[in-house]
C-alpha cells in the first residue's frame, strides 16, 4: 500500500470513530472509550501520522459552536476553540481535520473527507487567525465576554449537545438506505 493509501485509512479510522465532548480528550483513550472530542480525533490522528514518518503539528482556532441544540443559547457565548492536524506533504503543510464522523452530515456538521495530499474541509469555520505551535499564546474563547460563567449552563448545553449528536447518528441510520431497497 502506497504512502497515501496508508494516510487515507489513517484519516478513515479516526474520522469514523463517533464525535462527542462527554468522551476522550485525548487520544490515548480514543479507542478505548470509543469516542471523543475534537482534542482526541487531532491528537490520535497526528500521533499517527508521526508514526508513518510525516512532520505532523496541531492547529487550533476560534470558532463559534453550532446553533443547535437549544441549549446553545444558555452560554454566555458560543465561540469555543477547534484543535485539528496539520501534516507536511510535498513542502506544504496540509490541514486535515477528522473531527465528525459521517452519520453527523445528518445533522448538517462538515464532515471531512480526505485524498491523502490536500486540504480537508475544517470541521468549523474559523473565526480569526489559526494559531500554530510557535505562534504566540493559543486562541482564548470568550476573552472579551464580560459574563460569568455559569458552570450549570455549560454542563447542560454539554449534555443536550451529545444527546443532540446521538440523535443526529439515529437519524441518520434510520434513514439510511436498506440493502435491496432499491431493488423493490
Known sequence: MDACRIRIALFLAVRDVPYATDGAHDAETLMTVGRGDCLA?????????RALGHQVRRVRW???????????????SREDVHSAAEVLIDGRWTLV??????????????????????????????????WRPGGGPEPVPNAD???????????????AFNRWLREARAGAATNAPRPGAADV
Open 62 to 76: 476560534l470558532y463559534h459552536l453550532p446553533d443547535r441544540p437549544a441549549e446553545v443559547r444558555l452560554l454566555p
Open 41 to 49: 480525533k487531532s491528537a490520535y490522528l497526528i500521533e499517527g501520522l
Open 97 to 130: 481535520d477528522a473531527t465528525h464522523d459521517p452519520p453527523l452530515a445528518a445533522a448538517g456538521l462538515a464532515v471531512a473527507d480526505w485524498d491523502g495530499i490536500t486540504d480537508t474541509i475544517p470541521a468549523y469555520e474559523p473565526r480569526g487567525p489559526l
Open 145 to 159: 465576554v464580560n459574563a460569568t460563567y455559569d458552570a450549570d449552563s455549560g454542563d447542560c448545553y454539554q449534555k
